[in-house]
């Protein structure tokens, strides 16, 4: 008997355009329900899991051109960059800025929740369509491999739910997220969400699996076991277990050692005029051929859409990169990171996060001082920065921590969350103490959509401190 499930792929309307992602895109599904034998070769898997890619880099039309692009600025970027408390829309405080969203008045951020379950439903899809079939229809390992980039991608897709609507700082909260092992119909839409600790310990199931199996080598717009490693390295640091400090330093000693990548020599250059040819990029976006969706974002009809806040000054005060990321313009301090010669390519993971990531297990679990520092002089140095009387005055675990973390919200603005994260890292005093509009602690995640409890009832509580 025949049963049907969802995959959400390109727009059929997209087909046999000229775009400049290399897989293969002729014969896509045309449609968002179809048979589970679409996928019946090596050639049909790749076509499917190059639909779940475009739902990563959330291909869309352009308003301006009509043209399709990817739109990875706003839920990636902009967004996290504003709950942190570092860009602040140029027209008055948003919502998102004041932590002041709702369950039914979310507009803004629904793209998070819609987006990334979008996201984790096609790979289900996919890897349901590939669990069918046998090695034998593949060459080599690629069967695995393309279970190893899709179980990636939705370990990406769930990680970001748990980190904008779960309870991720607390394993033993009911307050974690669904989890679907298979594609959405009709009679499967209800489902109850996990705890936390069930919800971490599926992601890292995904993560592990693929660090173990996905490529090595791929191009740069498409997951390697070395993206995966680095996505597994902002999970530990996010839950911030005891043990998962030393898992953070492994993996980055393996990154930084072992992998292709290298930082850039002048990190500028990434945002001007290297974007994805730069070996530091672990993993981005490839823009369509002459989009201009992702700068529209943050410049359109020749207006910069956002200012750097007096947070975001004060970091870059006698910083080399202020002199490119902040611009002044009517009296306004704009943010311009994202304006450059390469601002339709997206940076979901760069060799600078692991330095840093690596650097702050370190400072927390009673790691080397002075490996503390060489990794922030490494990361300074790419930025311009040559004078580190300062740092080399930092002796105190406190004073380390607390430069990291400046280091982080510097290197990581409007970089994928990785800003917000690291905010939410710090004790909630400080964070109080930093950005003036977090209240209370339930402020570190988001109401669950209305339109969630609308289509599944038993989907459990909503967030504590908001109401359905």
Known sequence: MKKSFLLYFLLAALIGMNTSCDKTLNALPTQEKVDDNVIVDQKSAEIALNGVYYLFVNVTENRTTGLPGTTWAPAHEILPAQFAGLIENYQGPSR???HTMTAKDNGEVLPIWSGNYKLANAANGVIAGLEALSEEKFGGSRRTQILGETRFLRAYANFKLLAYYGEFFDSSSKFGVMIRTKPVTVSTIATVRK?????????????????ANAPENNPNYYATKWAAMLLKMRILMLRQAPADYTGVITLANQLIEQSPYALETHVEDLFSTKGLASKEVILGTKAFANQIAEMEKYYFRANYNYNATPFLLDLLKNDPRANWMIGTVAKRQVFKKHSGGQAEAKFVFRLTEAYLLKAEALAKSNGSLTEVRDLLKMVKSKAGITDFTALNAMNTREQLTTEVFRELM????????????????????????????????WQYILPVPYSEYEKNLTFGDQNPGYGW
């Not at 919800?199 to 995904?206: G, P, T």
């Open 96 to 98: 998102p800025e004041m």
């Open 410 to 441: 510097r290197s990581l603005v409007a970089e994928d969350g990785s800003d917000w994260m690291a905010l939410l890292r710090l004790p909630f005093d400080t964070i109080k103490q930093l950005n003036g509009n977090m209240k209370a602690r």
């Open 195 to 211: 705890n936390v600790a069930d919800s971490y310990a599926f992601i890292l199931d995904d993560i592990d699996y693929a660090i």
